[in-house]
């Protein structure tokens, strides 16, 4: 479980940037990166008021990544940072939703600040570790001091978990993948004798018979499993597309899987004193698609690209935030489609894509994005500015459909709006008891435009 601050001092600056921003993109690049049966959940504190020790909310329910990983990504992305930071009842209600009584458990509290609404974190990490079955708690400092590191390490030292200080976005999200792959460290094992291998089996996956096997350099997450013939519990083996390492020698069900639905299986035998060099084949294809946009004066970053794919003949579906997407995916039929996030619910498009085994297949979807500003008149030529209009934006030629609602605007904030025929409503807010005017504008593709709009 995830425990995000949410409290007024995210709004500091690290490297030019409001730490919350940072946070924001760190967190929902690595949440895209998750095993998918890993079980997440996010919990926030004082992002909802001021003042207030209780402002404690648990956003995404525990559940698995595959299912979880976009809800994270979206909560996060509307944290708006205002209160205090109640970070030591924010940990035992991860806890209390994880069921730590019950079965382990493991918090990864993210925090710029430390306790601010008198509670001990060092005596509830204590009473968390005695009364849990395996309970853990990471601690990541961001933009930390010395003397602020001390008061909230005690919640990972006392619970057996790590605290890291991170100071850019490059250090909180190596943080981030540190704590979430972190396991407990096995049993030291029996030294082997002095003919057996230290690593004894050689792993690696191919994109169809007789390829070459993936590496590091293809960008593919691909998550490995051994299950030892006749039952046990499954061994979790390293995240990558091709390694070496040691099993006890034996017989095991050996399973890859990509982070987008391609797997393959193959029973094998490992012995103390022979390597054993596998290769899966995945009977797979690779996508490669960008998103192109047009009006290059717009800078966006990964998180404002929301690629959703979907198989057209089974109909499953993931999503990735990216603009350019590299993904390893079973060969078939699929629907690509594009999402910028900053142009509310709007879709530059999609495309069909045929992926053969064994074939890079690539695809970009422009979008002619304009950026486009409404300003609001009266009919001496005063202009209305600040909080004194509001702009309501309807796809379509009509302001009468909720269902074509996009967006609204006070004042003279420019919006983000793909090409095409709009209705836009502006109402006065100066007091005065004027009719709002509605007027039909077309917005031309990849352009920088204003609209002026006139009270009668």
């Known amino acids: 479980m995830f425990v995000f601050d949410g409290s007024g001092s995210m709004w500091g600056q690290i490297d030019g940037q409001a730490k919350i921003v940072t946070a924001r993109e760190t967190l929902a690049r690595v949440a895209t990166q998750l095993p998918p049966d890993l079980e997440v959940g996010l919990v926030a504190y004082g992002h909802n008021r001021k003042g207030d020790c209780n402002d404690i909310e648990t956003l995404v329910p525990i559940g698995p990544a595959a299912t979880q990983s976009g809800a994270l990504v979206s909560s996060v992305q509307s944290l708006n940072p205002k209160g205090k930071t109640p970070l030591t009842r924010a940990v035992r209600r991860a806890a209390d939703v994880l069921r730590y009584q019950e079965d382990k458990a493991t918090v990864i509290l993210i925090t710029d600040g430390i306790e601010t609404c008198e509670a001990d974190p060092c005596a509830v990490a204590s009473e968390l570790e005695a009364l849990g079955i395996d309970f853990t708690a990471h601690v990541i400092g961001f933009g930390l001091t010395a003397e602020e590191s001390g008061q909230v390490a005690c919640l990972a030292e006392n619970t057996g ?47 169809e018979e007789g390829a070459q096997a993936l590496t590091d350099a293809d960008g593919v997450r ?107 995916v079973p060969s078939g039929q699929y629907r690509a489609s594009l999402v910028i996030t900053r142009l509310d619910k709007m879709s530059p498009g999609s495309v069909d894509i045929d992926v053969p085994t064994g074939k890079t297949v690539q695809a970009e979807i422009i979008a002619a994005t304009s ?31 909720n269902d074509e609602f996009l967006a609204m605007r006070i004042g003279g904030d420019p919006i983000l709006l793909l090409p095409g025929r709009y209705a836009v409503r502006v109402e006065a807010w100066d007091k005065s008891k004027r009719d709002p005017v509605v007027e039909v504008v077309d917005i031309a593709p990849a352009a920088d435009q204003t609209i002026d709009l006139v009270f009668p």
């Open 371 to 401: 950026k486009v500003l409404f300003r609001a008149f009266n009919r001496d030529g005063s202009e209305l500015t600040t909080f004194d209009v509001r702009f309501q934006i309807y796809e379509g030629e009509s302001t009468e459909n």
């Open 161 to 207: 978990g790590l605290f890291l200080n991170a100071d850019d976005a490059a250090s909180l999200g190596e943080a981030l993948q540190q704590t979430v792959a972190l396991a407990p460290a096995p049993a030291p094992a029996p030294a082997p004798p002095a003919a057996s291998l230290s690593k004894n089996i050689s792993v690696s996956v191919s994109l």
């Open 222 to 328: 691909v998550f490995w499993s051994a299950v030892p013939e006749g039952g046990g519990e499954e061994i979790t083996l390293l995240a990558l597309p091709r390694f070496s390492a040691r099993l006890e020698p034996g017989s095991y069900l050996l399973t890859a899987r990509t982070d987008r639905g391609s797997s393959a299986s193959e029973r094998i035998t490992v012995s103390d004193t022979e390597l054993t060099d596998v290769n899966l084949v995945l009977g797979a294809g690779q996508l490669d698609l960008a998103a192109i946009m047009a009006n290059q004066d717009i800078k966006l970053s990964d998180v404002d690209f929301r690629w959703d794919i979907e198989n057209r003949v089974t109909g499953e579906t993931f999503s990735a935030y990216t603009q350019n997407l590299v993904a390893v």
